[in-house]
T-cell receptor
Framework: DAKTTQPPSMDCAEGRAANLPCNHS???????VYWYRQIHSQGPQYIIH???NNETNEMASLIITEDRKSSTLILPHATLRDTAVYYC??????????FGTGTSLTVIP | DAMVIQNPRYQVTQFGKPVTLSCSQT?????MYWYQQKSSQAPKLLFH???????NEADTPDNFQSRRPNTSFCFLDIRSPGLGDAAMYLC?????????????FGPGTRLTVT
């Protein structure tokens, strides 16, 4: 199974961009990269996903390196409500999520 | 709004007393999942249903069972809860098993075992 490695915690100043890295060096060519976040005591919330190309939606941007061994989630203007645990997940064909340990992001006023 | 609903949000059971957690969805998704999330840990997949086909993770204890009587509902049965089964239980759905289907999570049921 492809595994992910993320820093355990990060801080970001409110209004600044938050860049959350993820390593997935064993990823296969047909495996997607997903990002979810979990605010305390709630279910995980979908943010974005991608296969090869960079992706952007109303919440975030996803930058995937050309060799696909790592990716970065970018929250362009972090707010206090973005404080959460962010999970990078490499998705197997059977759509089974294996969560890594995640990054606890704290947005500081 | 289409959504994933879990009831109850908080459940207390006694050691060894069977308990059932429920999940319903209005998304009409084919796939439903159950995850266990212990305190300060990441969610861990227990099993999933693709339509009526049940798929158990290799390390899911036999104490955990699941039922899916129809597309909308899925139940998690814990036959003899131990103190170590205290956790948040998350239900999720997905339209398909292919690798490009996002999962929609419910709010979770927090189980306490006394």
């Amino acid at each position: 199974d492809a595994k992910t490695t993320q820093p355990p915690s990060m801080d970001c100043a409110e209004g600044r961009a938050a860049n959350l890295p993820c390593n997935h060096s064993t990823i296969s060519g047909n495996e997607y990269v997903y990002w979810y976040r979990q605010i305390h005591s709630q279910g995980p919330q979908y943010i974005i996903h991608g296969l090869k190309n960079n992706e952007t939606n109303e919440m975030a941007s996803l930058i995937i390196t050309e060799d696909r061994k790592s990716s970065t989630l970018i929250l362009p203007h972090a707010t206090l409500r973005d404080t959460a645990v962010y999970y990078c997940i490499v998705l197997l064909l059977r759509n089974q999520f294996y969560f890594g340990t995640g990054t606890s992001l704290t947005v500081i006023p | 709004d289409a959504m994933v609903i879990q009831n109850p949000r908080y459940q207390v059971t006694q050691f060894g007393k069977p308990v059932t957690l429920s999940c319903s969805q209005t998304l009409n998704h084919n796939v439903m999942y159950w995850y266990q999330q212990k305190s300060s840990q990441a969610p861990k997949l227990l099993f999933h249903y693709y339509d009526k086909d049940f798929n158990n993770e290799a390390d899911t204890p036999d104490n955990f069972q699941s039922r899916r009587p129809n597309t909308s509902f899925c139940f998690l049965d814990i036959r003899s809860p131990g103190l170590g089964d205290a956790a948040m239980y998350l239900c999720a759905t997905s339209p398909r098993l292919a690798g490009d289907g996002e999962q929609y999570f419910g709010p979770g049921t927090r189980l306490t075992v006394t």
